[in-house]
């Protein structure tokens, strides 16, 4: 799910509305394997991380690990620290988060992302382990405001709650690589976004966006929040079961045209649609152009340096799929 494009996943929701199935999503289940010693590769500082350093008033304090003392209250984690570097955000947002309990992993144990056709329950499941373990304040805005994260931060806090509910490494997350091996993996050494230099220098810091000026048109193009994501999603969805029409091809770029979803209604949305239409080749151009290369630059991967001393990557794709995030494997073995 974490690597899975936006634009992919708007397409992904029609579809399962539409029972129009192909073929799983997953691989079939992976062979034993054995572990092998490899060396992560530490991650530079990220030019988004600069981006924020340079807009910032005071300066950037390195951010560390956090500490995992235990899995009990709540644990702050620093905005800079997110895969984004906190520069698409407002100013003075605070972010906890605490470790799963029972009732969460419970619902979490129904996910099965092995499924295309419960693409969208999937998506729901991970939004319910946000919006039960994490608490987002933002000034001047009242209550949890946990729908504001940006997706491509969302699956770092999953793995910071996972860190934080399993402090001894009960639950350990391997990914495979190579012949039949496979590494344990922490948040720190996953590359989660990385957007190019030509896309970067158009980041406007009062609109904490890119922003593109073709011609007398400014298109403001911008990281998917979770809110948005969730209400175009529903949008679709209401959509398919009352057999209405809608624009499936503008769906497509909505998450990352639209910047909040608070205010947005059905007319509000359906207006913007219809205004899109008076865009020419300029416009779609860059907005094709630019929402293609930020998907990309979203999809997660882990770089490290194999025992021949060579550095290599492979994209976030957990032995066990999402589930095995919250879900322990062969949970009998620890009982006596």
Known sequence: MASKKDSELM?????????????????????????????????????MAEIAHENRTHG??????????????????????????GIFYEDGMEISIRAARGEEIKHWSTMNDQDIQQLSRVDDILNYMIERCVSVKREGVPGNCWKDLKNV???YILLAIQEFTFPNGENELKVPY???QELTVRKEMVDFINIPEDIRRFYNHDERCFV?????????????????????????INKTNAREPYDEDFLQFAPMLIRDYRALTVKDYEEM????????????????????????????????IDDGGVEKE????FRGGIRSLFVIPDPLQSIC
């Open 11 to 47: 397409g992904a929701y029609v579809a399962e509305q539409e029972q129009s199935v192909e073929a799983p999503v997953s691989e079939a289940p992976m062979p034993e394997r054995r572990s092998a010693t490899i060396t992560p590769v530490k991650q530079p500082e990220r030019s």
């Open 178 to 180: 190579g012949e039949g």
């Open 273 to 304: 649609v219809a205004a899109s239409r008076m865009w020419g080749v300029k416009e779609w151009s860059v907005i094709s152009h630019v929402t293609e290369k930020l998907s990309s630059a979203s999809d997660p991967k882990i770089r490290y």
């Open 60 to 85: 950037r304090e390195d951010v560390g690990p956090l500490k995992y003392k235990d899995n009990l209250g709540w644990l702050k984690i620093p905005v800079d620290s997110l895969p984004t570097a």
């Open 314 to 317: 492979v994209p976030l794709t």
């Open 212 to 236: 593109f000026n073709v011609g007398n048109r400014p298109i403001n193009i911008h990281i998917p929040s979770i809110g948005v994501n969730d209400w175009l999603k529903k949008y679709a």
């Open 153 to 155: 931060d969302r699956f």
